[in-house]
């Protein structure tokens, strides 16, 4: 299968390695050579690296980089059966794109956007053939992340849809399927997990490092909101919730922090700045010593954070699925292998009991009387009929 990537950058790339392995044939275009090089050189560093972890050999690293070739003329992919874009998060310039690449390629291929962000409808309407166009949504990094997120269009047709879910499935991915919704399946539903976390600091209940530590200890998450948003940047976690408030609507429960804008504009970014909720050296190594161990903090504190973050999150996911945004299966996948939770939210939801959820969400809404805490309606009808998801 012959596969073009529009995009040279760290996703692109990320892609590209992962249809070479799958031993698909591979275009990476970009218009700037310099990217390319540094994709090529980049490509080169990582399957030595796996060499050296025993995780490759050598007839296999020269078996990918084979498969993969680097082209900065977009006619170079008129031979793709299927073409990614995984450039700038700006609607015109994709649609632009979109447009040139369908005068090259063949009627048959499948044109495809990895935003995370956008919507898909608009984007296929910039084509000639919208139904040839879906969105297939890896995560960072993509050899390594096991989710990828396959959102159809309303135009998108059933063959394309069923073409790109077996393809991806080709890969060794886990295919969950989206509606075509602002920030799809993770994006949506993660928002509490910063959203909420930083209500909790600005209302002075605790630190970052408190919460972040609640998180980990008491739910077992691999990174404590904070130390997540340093991670994947300040400036880019804030355009994420606005893009998805300014989409909803200006839902109240996607609503940005003031915290997390101010650190933004201060240029207080994170890893790549040197300095978020917590400083870095040159390496990217926490340096600050703001930390907390589990012993320092009250129990009941800990378990206040976490039990109000997580029954945000319930909420949220059950929310997805009263709206159809994806079935129970693949909300709790997306939020398990896209975003490395513990544990998928809706069968969180039915270990810490349904009661428990709306009881919660309505704890919060009567302290607060905001629109932000109200609960889904699905939690509601499932609690007086005692159902769980499974």
């Known amino acids: 299968m012959n596969i073009g990537i529009i995009g040279s950058g760290t996703m692109g790339s990320g892609i590209a390695q992962v249809a070479a392995t799958a031993g698909c044939i591979v275009k990476l275009y970009d218009t700037n050579q310099v990217a390319l090089d540094k994709a090529k050189a980049s490509l080169e560093k990582i399957l030595s690296r796996l060499i050296e972890k025993g995780r490759i050999d050598t007839s296999e690293k020269d078996r990918i980089q084979n498969n993969i070739s680097y082209v900065n003329n977009l006619k170079d992919l008129s031979d793709s059966n299927l073409t990614i874009e995984a450039i700038i998060e700006n609607l015109d310039i994709k649609k632009k794109v979109f447009s040139e690449l369908e005068s090259y390629v063949a009627d048959d291929c499948i044109i495809a956007s990895n935003t995370s962000s956008l919507s898909i409808a608009s984007i296929a309407a910039a084509l000639q053939k919208p139904e040839r166009c879906v969105g297939i949504h890896f995560f960072n990094p993509a050899p390594l992340m096991k989710l990828v997120e396959v959102i159809p269009a309303i135009q998108t047709s059933k063959a394309v849809l069923e073409k790109s879910i077996q393809t991806i499935s080709d890969w060794k991915k886990v295919v969950a399927v989206a509606k075509d919704t602002p920030g799809f399946i993770v994006n949506r539903v993660a928002r509490p997990f910063y959203g909420e976390a930083l ?7 605790a630190d970052f490092a408190t919460i972040d530590n609640a998180m980990k200890t008491v739910g077992g998450f691999r990174m404590g909101p904070f130390e997540l948003m340093d991670f994947i940047g300040n400036d880019v976690n804030y355009i994420v919730t606005e893009t998805v408030f300014t989409a909803f609507y200006f839902d109240p429960r996607y609503k940005p922090s003031f915290t997390q804008k101010r650190f933004s504009e201060a240029g207080y970014l994170g890893r790549k700045s040197g300095k978020g909720y917590y400083d870095y050296d040159e390496n990217g190594k926490r340096v600050d010593n703001d930390s907390v161990t589990s012993s320092a903090v009250e129990t009941s504190l800990s378990e206040q954070i976490f039990n109000r973050v997580l029954v945000m999150l319930i909420n ?37 009991g349904i009661d428990w959820c709306v009881n919660q969400m309505d704890k919060l809404y009567n302290e607060y009387h905001e629109d932000r805490y109200r609960c889904s309606p699905l939690l509601r009808k499932m609690k007086k009929e005692n159902k769980t998801f499974y």
Do not use: C, H, Q
């Open 199 to 205: 209500r909790i600091y600005e209302e002075g209940i």
């Open 316 to 352: 949220e996911a059950a929310d997805a699925l009263f709206l159809n945004i994806a079935s129970a299966e693949d909300i709790d996948n997306a939020m398990t292998k896209g975003v490395n939770y513990p544990k998928g939210l809706l069968a969180w939801a039915d270990e810490k």
